[in-house]
């Protein structure tokens, strides 16, 4: 007769099983709230010594009334929140949301929670004048929800948000296209007046008719003396505008960051793209610069003359079309100072590698993306050890020369391998692949224990090859699995379940809908100590 063993788990592990599962699922915020409420009906020690230590390491958005009621919950139990929450004002605006906003001006714990704030509808003459956010660290500005041309954001200006040295942070997000600015203007103009503490700003937008933002930054001296970090994902951006705040004599930036993601014909915006290098090969402060213009070209002597020069920079991102090469005679160079290196290129040759990675004396990581269906890959000789992340298209005879070419020395320095299994430049269609060959290729990776993260993109019909192929992995620590799961999912899920035996995986991320099915086959697990249900594609 079989006996029915007790357990008593301690509060510790009670504390990190609901960590696990509230934070797993905090993307769908709302529906918590019927979670905590079975929760708290356990017992009298699981609200008082338990709970009120239980943590939300994501940032968490309140959208609708239901995110609004299931925070309360949060904070009457005493949920602490890590990161962000983010609450978008315009649910305060009109009289069907009153009760919301009579508990906001009621209940300060629950207020002095909300440490960001969206600003964006045009309704805002109904909000209560006598709320003050007492805890808010950062203003988002958008107008995503108002109306064409109609910038009636202003209400961070109103005396309830008093300048307050917590605000650091300004976010503005602009998508629509205006010729009236002149309302936005005003408003940015008196923001940056108000709130002097500002030290972060992440601009977004999609028009050269909003270039005028970048442009005001230096005629604020305040905000310039304190800016240390500045973002701005944009359409087009004139050289002038970037040159004033880098140049300015009170720039004291630590982070740089420019993104964009549409091509432009425009000779000022191509001038931009070598003039930034050219403005921070002798600047004092930038630690942290990222270049994300996909649809352009860069030049190898562009980056060597950047790193040769540049005594400071720490970590630096480059996302380009192509790397082109003058082939000229660069010299001798070094740069002490570069430990993290990430370049996203196209279509690179690896030969061009070892121009900016063997001078790189601190340099100890590496991230490399390419998308080449062939590649030079043993040209590529690191003169000291790093840590490599490597992204690839698949390409068989790549990937076998990768793992198996003694000739490709770096490849045991690959820690994690991301390989993509979808056709470029769109990467929404599947290749077809050969099961066998595929298999043999995953098979191989047993031959690389360095490589203990794989992340893999993948039709799912080739999903019982993969898990045949890595069952006898041994190495493989962190798995991520991506893939179009709207098909024989009842053979997916058998191979599933020969997966979860797995008995060498820690983490395993795998794009499945969640399912009654899939939840009975997590449970069964013994071995995996983080399983991650993803219903979306990588």
């Given amino acids: ?214 442009r005001m930054l230096p005629l604020y001296p305040n905000i310039l003396s304190k800016l240390l ?95 082109e090469d003058q082939e000229e005679d660069y010299g001798l160079w070094s740069n002490d100072t570069l430990t993290t290196l990430s370049m996203e290129i196209t279509e690179l040759s690896f030969k061009y590698l070892n121009n900016i990675v063997t001078p790189l004396n601190a340099l100890n990581r590496l991230t490399v993306r390419c998308w080449n269906s062939s590649i030079d890959l043993e040209v590529f000789k690191p003169t000291k050890p790093l840590t490599i992340s490597m992204t690839l298209l698949y390409n068989a005879k790549t990937l076998e020369r990768l793992l198996t070419d003694p000739q490709i020395t770096f490849s045991k320095y690959i820690r994690d391998l991301t390989i993509n299994c979808r056709k470029p430049p769109t990467f929404v269609e599947y290749m077809s692949i050969d099961a066998i060959e595929f298999g043999r290729v995953i098979n191989l990776l047993n031959s690389k224990p360095n490589i203990d993260q794989l992340v893999i993109a993948f039709p799912n019909e080739l999903f019982k090859t993969l898990v045949e192929s890595i069952m006898n992995n041994i190495t493989i620590r962190y798995l991520s699995l991506y893939f179009n799961n709207s098909k024989n999912m009842f053979e997916i899920y058998k191979s599933f379940h020969k997966l979860i035996q797995q008995n060498t995986l820690i983490t395993l991320k795998i794009s499945l809908k969640i399912t009654r099915e899939l939840k009975k086959l997590i449970l069964e697990n013994k071995v995996i100590k983080r399983i991650y249900a993803i219903d979306k594609d990588y």
């Fill in 1 to 214: 007769m079989n006996t029915l063993t007790v357990v008593k788990l301690s509060d510790e592990c009670i504390q990190y099983i609901l960590e696990f599962y509230l934070n797993l699922y905090v993307s769908r915020f709302k529906y918590l709230s019927s979670v905590l409420g079975s929760v708290s009906l356990v017992c009298q020690r699981w609200n008082e010594r338990i709970l009120p230590k239980v943590t939300i390491n994501h940032n968490v958005n309140i959208t609708t009334v239901e995110d609004f009621e299931t925070m309360i919950i949060f904070v009457r139990m005493g949920i602490r929140f890590k990161k962000d929450v983010c609450f978008n004002n315009f649910l305060t605006a009109g009289s069907t949301n009153m009760g919301l906003a009579l508990h906001l001006f009621s209940k300060p714990i629950v207020r002095s929670t909300i440490n960001t704030m969206v600003f964006g509808n045009p309704h805002y003459d109904r909000h209560p004048d006598n709320m003050v956010y007492e805890n808010l660290r950062k203003l988002v500005i958008s107008d995503k929800r108002s109306y064409a041309a109609n910038y009636n954001i202003a209400l961070p200006l109103r005396d309830i948000y008093p300048p307050s040295e917590l605000i650091k942070h300004l976010d503005i997000v602009l998508t629509n296209t205006t010729e009236n600015y002149q309302s936005m203007t005003n408003l940015i103009n008196n923001l940056l007046n108000k709130y002097y503490c500002i030290d972060e700003i992440r601009i977004k937008v999609n028009s050269s008719k909003n270039d005028y933002i970048v």
């Fill in 229 to 323: 970090y500045l973002q701005i994902f944009h359409g087009v951006l004139h050289e002038e505008s970037l040159y004033q705040i880098i140049h300015s004599p009170l720039c004291k930036l630590n982070a740089l960051g420019l993104e964009m993601k549409t091509y432009h014909k425009d000779e000022n915006d191509t001038q931009l793209y070598f003039s930034v290098f050219n403005w921070v090969e002798n600047h004092k402060t930038i630690h942290n610069l990222s270049l994300v213009y996909p649809n352009y070209n860069i030049s190898l002597k562009s980056i060597i003359n950047l790193l040769s020069k540049n005594k400071v920079l720490k970590n630096l991102t480059l996302q380009y079309a192509m790397l």
